[in-house]
């Protein structure tokens, strides 16, 4: 069945391909041979841009030429078809050999190629002509209107070429308008069942574009109409002007009526147009060619297009919308930064009293003893230096020993001091204070550098969040590049891609294909085929009444996790301090954590419950798991003043790629089995909380279908084997298992553990396993 629509498709898009192909030619084609017939004051201007615009695209180049030509000799005199066919016979020499020598694209310098051989055959016609002012201005003029017509006309002719259904820019429509009007030059004179044809196509033009494109782009189209038939002088008055721009608005503006409401529409205003402004009103002419238009525009097929002349609109508007995000986020991030700078502007830990807080504690000391003793004079005066250098070996002891005693005073000191053991008392008091003053202030400074981290971890953020809006945007326009070039020209409407709520990527295809079985399964082929992501059918429905088919596909989950646990407290201890957790991120990670709190009881568990539930706020609030870790590892720190602490196993798979972290902050090993592959992950870092600093890195492995993982705390691993202590016997009983279930190996393991250490837990013991499960397409 898969094949049997997967061939249909494939006949659908070549033949769909075949027929915009032909019909693209065939109009490039009608073009070339009425820009051919056009003249405007004796020059061609517009048939050197053409062609130039034309010759950019090798499949048309023949054919180009021909149209163009074959409208040349039609009706333009032997010199101007002298003039011109050289002229387009240089354009074809010059190109060509631009292409050859250069190899790149002609089309940046195709406007130069046009305007040099315009003026080369110009001055070679006219060469014996006397009038040479005359002829300068007319060949600068010729050569000035080449030059921005090509220009013109390639945006022109894009709006016909262009496979990207996604919207149309104004100036392209503009460019379009015109290239449109330079044709109706050529068409006038040519009469069918005697009414003009000229006039014929106009009116039909004008309803068309104002049905399927809107109001905006008629009005364009209907001022160009206006201004030609006015240039052209077929009434002679510029009531033709107000006409046709009047009738470009009613095409647009009575589209939401239907086809039939906007034929009506037309026709009414345009019979009011011609009573009120037509020079001879109402005619049976006028009412044969309005009877025609209206009824070819009611069997012509047409679609309305509800993104053209938006995607300028809609471009801009999101490129200054981006602009202005990414403008405001880095100013809050450099803001952060700043704050932070302002917090490390402080003075670093101090460990030892600096040489000017002696000083200040000799002196306080002095003070409150000696000030009233009756030696004062004799020891702080005569005797200074001496005094002074036995005290600061009093106090260099108490910073040493913590505490200073009468056995530690100098003995010349003792013997000539009157209160020795007040001054010892007063010391140690005075010291305490010191040191108190000081733990608080390196508490104080630990704090600052708290807060600094913080802010430059928020400031971080906000950079990568910056950074991550125009990468995101250039990424996905060219996914639905590669996407629309796949699909070819298969009747897709609109290819959309934005974010969902779990910051995961969704792509829409709006399409009148009809979705009959296995269609919507091929284009999800086809998507899947292009990009780096797997994606999966979301819904499939209706664009309310306007036969619209919706597709939507969202990046698809490719594997999932099935997870179990096993734990065991120390004997006599009435809880365990390992603490764990299952987090199941909404962008598609999930993270399994392993925390071991240092010691073992109540204490041992308020840290490790403190460190794995700061890491659940913080990356569930959207902090990068790193980021996390080290606000962990300094709120510990502080908080214990550097004196318990935690250690942290954590495996964060994706559950997209598939693709695992493992990270370990002095955690045991980890073991990935697969198959009979057994791989043993290990790191040598520092429980959390010990240091100020922490340094961790990412063991990364992409992990397969039915792939095991197994974390476990040192209640498990640290178990004897033999006479040595190691992590054999464990190895050799995860090789031999023949089972892939996650709950029945994690009680194994337990249980195994358990009989090892005589029956008994010698210290807490915790296994967690996951299994990998690859979800079907």
């Known amino acids: 069945m898969s094949k049997m629509v997967s061939t249909t498709i494939e006949k659908r898009r070549v033949n769909t391909e075949r027929l915009s192909t032909l019909a ?24 050197v841009a053409y062609y130039g615009c034309v010759f950019e695209n090798k499949k048309m180049r023949i054919w180009g030429f021909l149209s163009t030509v074959l409208g040349l000799v039609s009706i333009q005199t032997i010199p101007n078809v002298f003039k011109y066919l050289s002229i387009m016979i240089m354009v074809t020499l010059l190109g060509t050999i631009v292409e050859m020598v250069y190899k790149k694209n002609i089309r940046y310098v195709m406007g130069v190629i046009c305007t040099v051989s315009t003026i080369a055959v110009v001055i070679g016609t006219k060469i014996y002509v006397k009038d040479y002012k005359l002829s300068i201005v007319t060949l600068l003029l010729e050569a000035a209107s080449v030059f921005l017509l ?29 290239l449109a009007c330079a044709a109706t030059l050529g068409m006038m004179g040519i009469t069918v069942i005697q009414v003009s044809l000229l006039q014929l196509i106009a009116l039909n033009v004008l309803l068309y574009i104002g049905f399927q494109y809107g109001l905006e782009a008629s009005s364009i189209m209907g001022v160009a109409i206006g201004f030609a038939a006015y240039y052209t002088k077929s009434s002679g008055v510029v009531d033709e002007f107000i006409i046709w721009s009047i009738l470009g608005v009613v095409a647009g503006l009575f589209r939401d009526i239907g086809k039939v409401g906007t034929a009506i529409a037309y026709f009414t205003a345009f019979i009011f147009l011609t009573l009120q402004y037509g020079p001879n009103g109402i005619d049976f002419k006028t009412m044969e060619m309005l009877i025609l238009t209206i009824g070819l525009f009611l069997l012509m097929p047409t679609r309305k297009k509800e993104r053209i002349i938006q995607r300028e609109l809609t471009e801009e508007n999101e490129n200054e919308l981006e602009k202005m995000i990414h403008q405001k986020l880095n100013r809050f991030a450099l803001t952060y930064e700043n704050i932070a700078k302002k917090f490390v502007r402080v003075k ?32 702080w005066q005569k005797d200074f230096y001496d005094t002074y250098r036995a005290v600061y070996s009093i106090l260099s002891a108490v910073e040493s020993k913590g505490e200073v005693l009468v056995e530690d005073i ?18 140690n008091r005075v010291f305490e204070i010191y040191k108190t003053n000081l733990r608080w202030e390196n508490k104080m400074i630990e704090h600052r550098g708290l807060f600094a981290d913080q802010f430059l971890n928020v400031s971080n953020i906000i950079k990568t969040l910056s950074e991550s809006v125009t990468k995101s945007r250039e990424a996905q326009s060219i996914f639905i590049n590669k996407i629309r070039n796949e699909l070819g020209n298969l009747d897709v409407i609109d290819i959309q891609m934005d974010y969902c709520s779990n910051e995961r ?84 990670k999930d993270i399994i954590a392993l925390s071991d ?31 996390a870790i080290k606000t962990v590892n300094s709120i510990l720190g502080i908080r214990n003043n550097h004196q318990a602490f935690a250690t942290l196993d954590i495996s964060m798979v994706d559950r997209y790629t598939g693709e695992c972290s493992f990270i370990k902050s002095g955690a045991v090993s980890t073991f990935l089995k697969r198959g009979e592959h057994l791989e043993k992950i290990k790191t040598d870092t520092l429980p959390l909380g010990m240091f100020k600093e922490i340094e961790f890195s990412a063991l990364k492995r992409r992990l397969k279908a039915d792939d095991v993982v197994i974390m476990m705390s040192d209640g498990i691993s640290d178990l004897p084997y033999g006479k040595e202590q190691n992590t054999l016997w464990l190895e050799e009983m995860i090789e031999q298992l023949d089972s892939l279930n996650p709950q029945r190996i994690a009680d194994l393991i337990l249980d195994t553990a358990k009989a090892k250490a005589g029956g008994s837990a010698a210290d807490d013991m915790t296994v967690l396993v996951f299994r990998v499960w690859e979800k079907a397409i």
């Open 24 to 47: 693209k030619g065939a109009i490039i084609c009608v073009l070339g041979f009425m820009i051919g017939r056009g003249v405007v004051e004796t020059i061609s201007p517009m048939l």
């Open 150 to 178: 090509t220009i013109l006309f390639r945006k022109g002719l894009s709006f016909l070429t262009d496979t990207n259904k996604e919207g149309v820019a104004k100036e392209t429509f503009i460019s379009f308008s015109i």
């Open 348 to 379: 670093p830990l101090q460990e030892q009293l600096t040489n000017n807080e002696i000083n200040q504690l000799i002196d306080h000391v002095a003070d409150k003893v000696c000030k009233e003793c009756s030696m004062c004079n004799m020891c």
């Open 410 to 427: 100098p003995s010349e000191f003792y013997k000539q001091c009157l209160k020795v053991d007040e001054f010892v008392i007063m010391v």
């Open 505 to 588: 990527q969704q792509i829409i295809i709006d399409t009148s294909l009809e979705m009959e079985a296995g269609i919507t399964k091929e284009l999800l082929k086809i998507i899947n085929k292009v990009g780096p992501q797997k994606f999966s059918i979301k819904e499939v429905g209706d664009i309310l009444e306007s036969g619209i088919k919706r597709c939507v596909f969202t990046e698809k989950e490719n594997y999932k996790l099935v997870k179990g646990y096993a734990s065991i407290h120390k004997n006599e201890q009435p809880v365990s301090g390992d603490c764990y957790t299952f987090i199941d991120l909404e962008s598609g």
């Open 597 to 627: 709190g240092m010691g073992t009881g109540e204490r041992a568990l308020m840290e490790s419950k403190a460190t794995i539930e700061m890491l659940e706020q913080l990356v569930e609030g959207g902090f990068e798991i790193d980021v």
